[in-house]
């Protein structure tokens, strides 16, 4: 029988289209090692294809990632499935492709959650296309989630955020841990909306 990280991600192709979506429903597509080691490979993959000209990035079940599966970081029997965290500059990183610089664009379907690294994962992508279920945010640092306190973005989110909405915004998401909505959302430059 198939383990969860068997079909942690799933390839698909549409003509020139690659459509790599995270399969964790269960866990609002959080990323543990096995998933981030295979969206790295699928973005790897794409990027030497010749015949693939761009990259959708979506999450299966109604969210797009809930950030990096952290139960592997408190749970010894299954640490090994916890995330790779290396601080070289040439490795991966730990949502996994979220250092890579391709040459092909790279698109983030959001729907649901797309929050903590899954907000890594959406900022890395070139454009982000949202539906009205979308909440974008760094929610640990809200007392709600109090179990994710202090971890905090390892994966580039602290420099892209500020990039695409500017210092003062990315710094409410970042120093409050509260969400975009769509209604917000709509007026900043992170996400266009179906």
Known sequence: MPSDNDNCVLVERRDHITIVTIN????????????????????????????????????????????????ALIDPSIASLANSISYDPNDDGPMGPTRMTLRKPVIAAISGYAVAGGLELACWCDLRVADA??????????????????????????????????????????????????????DSSLASFL
Do not use: Q, W
Not at 44 to 71: H, M, P, Q, S, W
Not at 173 to 181: A, I, K, Q, S, V
């Open 24 to 71: 964790r429903p269960h866990v609002r597509n959080a990323v543990n090692r096995p998933t981030a080691e295979k969206l790295t490979r699928a973005f790897r993959d794409f990027e030497a294809d010749t015949d693939a000209y761009v990259a959708i990035l979506t999450g299966n079940g109604g969210n797009f990632c809930a950030g990096a599966d952290l139960k």
């Open 133 to 186: 279920t979308a909440v974008l945010g760094v929610f640990c640092r809200l007392r709600a989630y109090a179990s994710r306190a202090g971890v905090p973005l390892l994966d580039g989110g602290t420099v892209r955020l500020p990039k695409l909405i500017g210092r003062s915004a990315a710094m409410d998401l970042l120093l409050t841990g509260y969400g975009l909505l769509r209604i917000p959302l709509s």
